[in-house]
């Protein structure tokens, strides 16, 4: 087996300036076979020509800043290549507490170490592998160019590629035929074959009898159907070991904790018999231990503990309840049972945990240790686990010096079953005993909660219907309470606006005055502004600040609302814009110098002399009146210009 482990040693994908470089340990058959220093192009090349069965690293993150670079990258790893994250899927551990597991030593600071920690440990079965593909492949045959604009060859030249992509579609159906896979196809027809032919192929990628092709005319894609998000599944479905301590009774606890210390599972049931027990163990991992927290141990526990054919435990001399709540402290128990099954379970792996020590001490890296402790936990000696677990032939064992007990006996059979027997048939009549005194209990306790349940169903019906009731009320007085806003917001308005109406009222009453409505420029906003305070009738006079800004759509709105005339400042025509005089004229809009009317504002009003206004609109219209008269002389001239012009060319062409 081929393993490829790497780690950054500078850079990240994440970066547009310095790209990442990695560390790479190559790992052939557990022996390191070489280490090297390279880019992810490089890796890349690495991966495709030597196809290693695995790629091992810490995290995925270090290949791909997101999932969509991750699929991509995954799509270009070869068939047989794995890609594992030896850190675990969804729940993450740190590299260094993986290869504790595995007597490893990887340091922070190395990035070859930890390259190396990650290629071993996904040798030996740790890690998580990296699922980004559904069991379907879908095979794209299509053009390898563009047609183009074409010339004298077109046709043949497009007849050429469209029969190669044919020819190369007919010979991939072919290989999957030939492999017995089941598949759909989807045709695009063109001029002279096809343009594009879709395979899609109910079976892994892996399992492909095709290769992706590029060639002069046609191009063969293979891409895995892409899950909705990424999964990961163990690499090896080998369950850990554990050490199990359970508290029986009416309601039953379970603790456990790994050969590390570290707790794995809290529980506790009602009525959990030893085959509920064993099943929910079976869940949890590989029970190694069976402890109690009794002497002797219960036969509930021991009938587990056979099951598994697991070690016993059971403490020296019963634990008190306050050294239970201070072994268990902070470990988040919900009741004493669990409290005291966790008990069990921490003080068996404590009487074990300098064992374990020295263990880690003569254990070469490598190895994992949870294999080694358990068999060192069964009597055998490190030398003769190791040997097994590396494949050589084991030393004989030497046996124990004469007088010296183990740790467990074994009792003897029949007794012990006779003995177990009449416990539970003990155990069973006072069982059956307090169910029938209590039986007329609960007979009176189920129907009082029954009536009390019944009571409870019509008051919450009440409530809840009160409740929709509410809520369509406060929905409804929400709505009242927003419309209400915004009348009272449209009413103040308004208000204004009649104050400000009856100002111009009165200032129209004025003898030889006109009255004016002032913006500050002549642009859609201020015009708006205007329209929605005062209001703008026909025959209005407006008068504005500063004519910068000045468009001629403004000019031909301004136009349509028919006002008497725009009041523009300075003291004659001749001053202001040429090009805003000749839209306004364009469009009949009257334009007339503040300073000739006299005009006199006050904030958005003001007056103008009636006698000087008029005078200036006079003035308007003689302007309008020559305009008119140029324009229709501009208009005969450019007529008789193209008479003599049509006039001259038939005088050379008939001569």
Do not use: C
Request: aromatic residues 6%; proline residues 4%; positive net charge.
């Amino acid at each position: 087996m081929k393993v490829f482990g790497i780690d950054v040693i500078k850079g990240s994908v994440r970066s547009r300036t310095r790209r990442p470089l990695y560390a790479l340990v190559v790992l052939e058959d557990g022996t390191v076979s070489s280490t090297l220093q390279v880019t992810a192009f490089r890796l890349s090349r690495l991966i495709a020509a030597e196809e290693p069965d695995i790629l091992a690293t810490d995290s995925v993150q270090e290949l791909a800043p997101d999932q969509h670079d991750l699929v991509a990258f995954m799509q270009t790893l070869p068939t047989q290549t794995v890609l594992v994250q030896v850190t675990g899927g969804e729940r993450k551990e740190t590299l260094q507490k993986v290869a504790t597991r595995y007597n490893i030593v990887a340091e922070k600071t190395d990035p070859f170490a930890e390259a190396g920690a990650a290629a071993r440990i996904a040798y030996l079965g740790g890690g998580a592998e990296v699922v980004a593909f559904e069991n379907t492949t879908e095979i794209v045959v299509s053009r390898h160019r563009s047609p183009g604009r074409g010339g004298w060859s077109q046709n043949r030249y497009v007849r050429k590629m469209h029969g190669a992509v044919r020819e190369k579609a007919r010979e991939v159906e072919g290989h999957l035929v030939a492999a017995g896979l089941r598949y759909e196809k989807s045709e695009r027809l063109a001029f002279g074959g096809f343009s594009r032919v879709d395979f899609t192929v109910y079976a892994p990628r892996g399992a492909i009898p095709v290769r992706a092709y590029t060639g002069a005319d046609a191009q063969v894609r293979v891409e895995g159907k892409k899950l909705d998000r990424i999964r990961y599944r163990p690499l090896t479905r080998k369950r850990r070991y554990i050490i199990v301590g359970i508290d029986p009774g009416t309601t039953t606890g379970i603790g456990a904790v790994n050969l590390d210390g570290e707790v794995v599972d809290i529980y506790s049931s009602r009525q959990m018999g030893p085959s509920e027990i064993i099943e929910h163990l079976t869940g949890v991992g590989k029970p190694l231990v069976i402890a109690s927290d009794v002497t002797p141990m219960p036969d509930a526990v021991e009938k587990v503990r056979r099951a598994f054919n697991a070690i016993a435990y059971v403490p020296p001399q019963d634990r008190s309840v306050e050294g239970k709540v201070e072994m268990t402290a902070g470990t988040g128990y919900a009741n004493p049972h669990e409290r005291d099954a966790l008990s069990a379970a921490l003080d068996a792996y404590r009487s074990s945990k300098n064992k374990f020590l020295n263990i880690a001490k003569r254990v070469p890296p490598g190895f994992d240790l949870d294999e080694v402790r358990a068999g060192v936990l069964r009597g055998r000696s490190i030398e003769a686990v190791l040997a097994d677990l590396s494949g050589r032939p084991a030393a004989p064992e030497e046996k124990p010096p004469a007088g010296e007990t183990p740790a467990v006996l074994e009792r003897d059979e029949r007794d012990e079953r006779l003995l177990q027997l009449e416990r539970t048939a003990k155990r069973l009549k006072e069982f059956v005993q307090e169910l029938e005194e209590g039986f007329s209990e609960k007979d009176g306790e189920i129907a009082r909660l029954k009536r009390q349940i019944r009571r409870e169903r019509s008051e919450r019906g009440r409530e809840l219907q009160r409740d929709t009731e509410i809520t369509k009320r406060d929905a409804i007085i929400k709505n009242l309470r927003k419309l209400l806003r915004k009348e009272e917001k449209r009413n103040k308005s308004l208000m204004k606006r009649i104050e400000q109406m009856k100002r111009v009222e009165e200032l129209q009453v004025g003898e030889g005055q006109v009255p004016v409505k002032v913006i500050a420029s002549l642009t859609h906003d201020a015009f708006g502004g205007l329209v929605a305070d005062l209001g703008i009738d026909e025959g209005d006079v407006i008068s504005v600040g500063t004519t910068g800004g000045w468009g001629r759509s403004v000019v031909r709105e301004v136009a349509t609302m028919q006002v008497a005339a725009v009041v523009v400042p300075g003291a004659s025509i001749e001053e202001q814009d040429q090009h805003l005089v000749a839209a306004a004229l364009a469009v009949s809009l009257p334009l007339v110098p503040a300073s000739a009317i006299g005009l006199v504002v006050q904030g958005k009003i003001g007056v103008a002399d009636e006698g000087r206004f008029a005078a200036a609109l006079e003035k308007w219209n003689a302007r309008v009146a020559e305009h008119e008269k140029k324009k229709k002389e501009a208009m005969l001239t450019q007529v008789f210009k193209e008479y003599r012009t049509e006039r001259e060319k038939e005088v050379r062409k008939h001569g």
